[in-house]
C-alpha cells in the first residue's frame, strides 16, 4: 500500500494528514477554512486518493499559515507514499474545462522542486479566502513532494471556477503520474536509476 500519515506541529497550526494513493476518492477534511476544505474534497475525489486532513490553526489571524502548512503536509505526505517510485508513470497531464474556464496542468514527479502557475484570479477573495494563498498552498506542496508542477489558466475570469479547476485538473494529473506502469514495474522511469 503506497500511503503515508504525517503529522506536523508548529506554533501555528496542528495538523494530522492520512493519504492513499491507491484509494477510492474518500475524503474527510477539517482545516477551519471552508473553501480549501472543498478544494481538498475535489483534489481527493478528481485524483482517486483518500485523504484525510485535521487541521488546527490560528485563523483567527489569517488563513495563511494553515493554507500553507496543508500544503507543506500534503507534499510530505506524497513523497513518503511514492517512496523510490519504481514503477510509476512519473508525468502526467490534463486539460480542464469548467464552464468559460480552461485550466492547463502537467506534473513530474521529477525529485525536483519547481512550480509554474500562471493562474490570474481576478478578485482578492473567493467567500472569505485569500486567492493569492493558492499560490502558497501549491509551492508548500511542490517543495516537499518534489515535483515539478504547472498550472496555466488558458480562459475564464470566474475566480471561483479558476481555483476549482486547478485543483481538479492537478488531481488528474497526479493520478496518471502516480499510477504504476507496468513496462516500469521494477525500474525507476529516469536515466539516472533514481528521481
Not at 478528481?46 to 503536509?73: M, Q, S, W, Y
Not at 499560490?135 to 508548500?140: N, R, S, T, V
Not at 480562459?155 to 496518471?176: D, L, M, P, Q, V
Amino acid at each position: 500500500m503506497r500511503t503515508a500519515e504525517i503529522i506536523r506541529t508548529t506554533k501555528e497550526t496542528d495538523i494530522k494528514l492520512s493519504l492513499n494513493l491507491d484509494g477510492s476518492g474518500k475524503s474527510n477534511i477539517d482545516t477551519g477554512v471552508g473553501f480549501l476544505d472543498h478544494m481538498l474534497t475535489l483534489f481527493a475525489k478528481h485524483g482517486k486518493f483518500d485523504l484525510d486532513v485535521k487541521c488546527v490553526g490560528d485563523i483567527n489571524v489569517d488563513f495563511h499559515h494553515t493554507t500553507e502548512d496543508i500544503g507543506i503536509a500534503l507534499g510530505e505526505a506524497f513523497a513518503e507514499a511514492l517512496g523510490d517510485k519504481k514503477g510509476i508513470i512519473r508525468y502526467g497531464d490534463c486539460a480542464l474545462p469548467m464552464d468559460e474556464t480552461l485550466i492547463l496542468s502537467a506534473v513530474d514527479l521529477s525529485g525536483r522542486a519547481c512550480l509554474g502557475y500562471r493562474l490570474e484570479i481576478p478578485t482578492e477573495k473567493v467567500g472569505d479566502f485569500d486567492t493569492e494563498l493558492v499560490k502558497e498552498f501549491w509551492l508548500g506542496f511542490v517543495r516537499k513532494a518534489e515535483c515539478s508542477l504547472h498550472l496555466v489558466q488558458l480562459a475564464g475570469e470566474n475566480s471561483h471556477h479558476i481555483i476549482e479547476g486547478a485543483f481538479k485538473s492537478a488531481a488528474r494529473s497526479f493520478r496518471k503520474a502516480v499510477s504504476i506502469d507496468e513496462a516500469f514495474a521494477n525500474e525507476v522511469p529516469s536515466t539516472k536509476g533514481v528521481l
